[in-house]
Every structure is written in structure tokens, then in C-alpha cells.
């Protein structure tokens, strides 16, 4: 989409994508993208933006006067995993022109004291972005690992939260990526290899010889939907696109909520040593999916897949 160390003009960007023309945080509605400006004006209200020695870029949240809350364009960085946006760094270079860094991740922040615009001391958010190179390796790596040799009992108490608790401090919060991974890899083996939408087999296996099946939010974190197993359904990359641009994509989406809940429920049995009425795994109720009379365009971004 972007070419790291291009320059663009950001006028341009505005003109294609949308988002606020002004600020360091532009969040375009119409697209899955969220735009973070740095430079060295911001120095003026306490930003001290800059990568440290270890390749992790340090963002001061937006907010001019008085302490930082994570509302608007802050909140929009720390859940932009969950929310399915894209993270891109720029760089103002001169007046109107901003050169491209690169494709980032939230991996967590921190609170520090720096004054306001009016010179008043207060508490500012500072974001850690890591590109999002780094991320996918380290996270594949070390988390997909371990992950995939757990059972479906082990991951699922993981994605509900119940196992291996962080702690959580009052000045610095960190975000668990290792739940977040852990829903994903969750889904996909409740799956089995098949969309729980349309009960269709993955379309290709990947690199690791798993079923491609990619990861659905039933509701977004900023609808009120939570991020729990019961939210999130295993979809082949048809359904996916039908869940998200289809005419019928409200429809769609809420028939997930039955095939979901109905799954869990089983996963509940199981978990409890209760013999279930019936295999629910491969059903569908209240989908309508008839595969020849759609034909959606697909594009498959692995790495978006990744991410959520």
C-alpha cells in the first residue's frame, strides 16, 4: 500500500483515504487504516516522539492540556488490533510532505509526566509501536509454537482469560498479545479445518500445514462487543469478505451469534464431562449460503489475518 521511506504529500493521503487533516491521529472512516503523524513540533506540548535502541518507536498520545485519557485517536491506537485497523507511521519532513516509516503494532505504553500546552505538568500517554516485521516474527515464532501444542480445552481457557493472569499496574498497563493470539489459534481448532459459516473445507493449507481459516470479530470492541470465544468465529476467506462488504453483511454477522454460542456450549460440555445431545461442531443454523449464487472478490492479507 506504502512504500517505506517514500514521501507523500499528506493532502493527498486525506484525498484518497479521508481522516483529519489536522493532529497526529487520523482515523479514516470509510477504511480499515489509522494514520500516525510525528515530527518535531509536537515538543511544544511535551511530545518527544523517537525510536529507541532496541527498534521500538515511542508515540506521544494526542491531547494538548491536562492528563492524557485513552478516548478518540488514543483509544483508537491501543485497540486498533481488535478493531481490525491498520497502524501507518509518517514522518513530517517538511511542510505538507511526510515521508512513510512503516506499518506498526501496539504492543503496549506507558504514562509519563511532561507539561501541556499552558506549561502545567500533567500525565501523558506514550504508545510503543513495533513494526510489524518484527511483531510477526517474534509473535509466530514463540507464541503460534507453543499455542498450537495446546488442546482445545487449555486454549480456550486461555482465551476466556482464565489462565496465567498478567499483572495489571496502575500507571503502566501492558498489552497481552498471548490472549489476544490465543483466541485466534482458539477459533481455528474449534473449527477443525471447516468455515463455521458455510461448513466448507479451508481453501488451501499454510506454510506450517495448517487449514487457512481466518479469525472474525462478530462484534467490534467499539460496538460493545467482547472479546471473548463466544464473539469470534473461524471463517473461510469468502464468508470473511461476504461478513464485511456484502449487502447482506448485517444479516450475515448475525446469524454468526447462534452458529457460535451453539459450539461453546458443546466446548462447555466437554469441558464439564457432560455428554452433548448432539455434534454441533460442523452445523450451521439460521445460514441461508447458497455458494453458487455468490461471487465475492477476495483479498487475502495474511498479515492482517494475523493481527485480527
Same mark, same amino acid.
Given at each position: 500500500?506504502?512504500?517505506?521511506?517514500?514521501?507523500?504529500?499528506?493532502? /493527498?493521503?486525506?484525498?484518497?483515504?479521508?481522516?483529519?487533516?489536522?493532529?497526529?491521529?487520523?482515523?479514516?472512516?470509510?477504511?480499515?487504516?489509522?494514520?500516525? +503523524?510525528?515530527?518535531?513540533?509536537?515538543?511544544?506540548?511535551?511530545?518527544?516522539?523517537?525510536?529507541?535502541?532496541?527498534?521500538?518507536? +515511542?508515540?506521544?498520545?494526542?491531547?494538548?492540556?491536562?492528563?492524557?485519557? +485513552?478516548?478518540?485517536?488514543?483509544?483508537? &491506537?491501543? $485497540?486498533?488490533?481488535?478493531?481490525?485497523? $491498520?497502524?501507518?507511521?509518517?514522518?513530517?519532513?517538511?511542510?505538507?510532505?511526510?515521508?512513510?516509516?512503516?506499518?506498526?503494532?501496539?504492543?503496549?505504553? /506507558?504514562?509519563?509526566?511532561?507539561?501541556?500546552?499552558?506549561?502545567?505538568?500533567?500525565?501523558?500517554?506514550?504508545?510503543?509501536?513495533?513494526?510489524?516485521?518484527?511483531?510477526? /516474527?517474534?509473535?509466530?515464532?514463540? /507464541?503460534?509454537?507453543?499455542?498450537?501444542?495446546? *488442546?482445545?480445552?487449555?486454549?480456550?481457557?486461555?482465551?476466556?482469560?482464565?489462565?496465567?493472569? *498478567?499483572?495489571?499496574?496502575?500507571?503502566?498497563? &501492558?498489552?497481552?498479545?498471548?490472549?489476544?493470539?490465543?483466541?485466534?489459534?482458539?477459533?481455528?481448532?474449534?473449527?477443525?479445518?471447516?468455515?463455521?459459516?458455510?461448513?466448507?473445507?479451508?481453501?488451501?493449507?499454510?506454510?506450517?500445514?495448517?487449514?487457512?481459516?481466518?479469525?472474525?470479530? &462478530?462484534?467490534?470492541? *467499539?460496538?460493545?462487543?467482547?472479546?471473548?470465544?463466544?464473539?469470534?468465529?473461524?471463517?473461510?476467506?469468502?464468508?470473511?469478505?461476504?461478513?464485511?462488504?456484502?449487502?447482506?453483511?448485517?444479516? +450475515?454477522?448475525?446469524?454468526?451469534?447462534?452458529?457460535?454460542?451453539?459450539?461453546?456450549?458443546?466446548?462447555?460440555?466437554?469441558?464439564?464431562?457432560?455428554?452433548?445431545?448432539?455434534?454441533?461442531?460442523?452445523?450451521?443454523?439460521?445460514?441461508?449460503?447458497?455458494? *453458487?449464487?455468490?461471487?465475492?472478490?477476495?483479498?487475502?492479507?495474511?498479515?492482517?489475518?494475523?493481527?485480527?
Amino acid at each position: 500500500m506504502f512504500i517505506q521511506g517514500k514521501r507523500y504529500l499528506r493532502r /493527498e493521503l486525506h484525498a484518497t483515504y479521508g481522516g483529519q487533516q489536522q493532529g497526529g491521529i487520523s482515523t479514516p472512516r470509510d477504511h480499515p487504516l489509522i494514520f500516525l +503523524f510525528t515530527g518535531d513540533v509536537g515538543e511544544q506540548y511535551g511530545y518527544q516522539d523517537g525510536w529507541d535502541s532496541e527498534g521500538m518507536f +515511542f508515540y506521544t498520545g494526542e491531547g494538548q492540556q491536562g492528563d492524557m485519557q +485513552f478516548v478518540r485517536g488514543n483509544r483508537a &491506537i491501543r $485497540d486498533h488490533v481488535d478493531e481490525g485497523k $491498520d497502524l501507518h507511521l509518517f514522518h513530517d519532513v517538511e511542510r505538507g510532505i511526510v515521508r512513510y516509516e512503516g506499518q506498526m503494532v501496539y504492543s503496549g505504553h /506507558e504514562y509519563r509526566n511532561a507539561p501541556d500546552a499552558d506549561g502545567q505538568e500533567r500525565e501523558v500517554i506514550v504508545v510503543k509501536l513495533l513494526p510489524i516485521e518484527r511483531m510477526r /516474527e517474534e509473535n509466530q515464532d514463540k /507464541e503460534g509454537k507453543e499455542l498450537t501444542r495446546q *488442546s482445545l480445552e487449555e486454549l480456550r481457557a486461555l482465551a476466556k482469560g482464565e489462565g496465567s493472569p *498478567s499483572p495489571v499496574s496502575s500507571k503502566s498497563t &501492558i498489552h497481552v498479545v498471548h490472549r489476544s493470539q490465543a483466541i485466534k489459534t482458539y477459533v481455528r481448532k474449534r473449527a477443525g479445518g471447516t468455515c463455521e459459516a458455510c461448513n466448507d473445507e479451508a481453501p488451501f493449507e499454510t506454510s506450517s500445514g495448517e487449514p487457512y481459516i481466518e479469525v472474525h470479530h &462478530i462484534r467490534r470492541l *467499539s460496538d460493545g462487543g467482547p472479546d471473548l470465544p463466544e464473539w469470534v468465529i473461524g471463517l473461510c476467506p469468502n464468508c470473511h469478505a461476504r461478513a464485511h462488504y456484502s449487502v447482506d453483511k448485517s444479516q +450475515f454477522n448475525a446469524s454468526f451469534r447462534e452458529i457460535v454460542m451453539q459450539k461453546e456450549k458443546l466446548e462447555e460440555g466437554r469441558d464439564r464431562h457432560l455428554p452433548p445431545s448432539r455434534d454441533l461442531r460442523n452445523s450451521n443454523p439460521g445460514v441461508n449460503f447458497n455458494r *453458487s449464487c455468490v461471487n465475492y472478490a477476495i483479498k487475502i492479507d495474511k498479515q492482517n489475518d494475523q493481527l485480527g
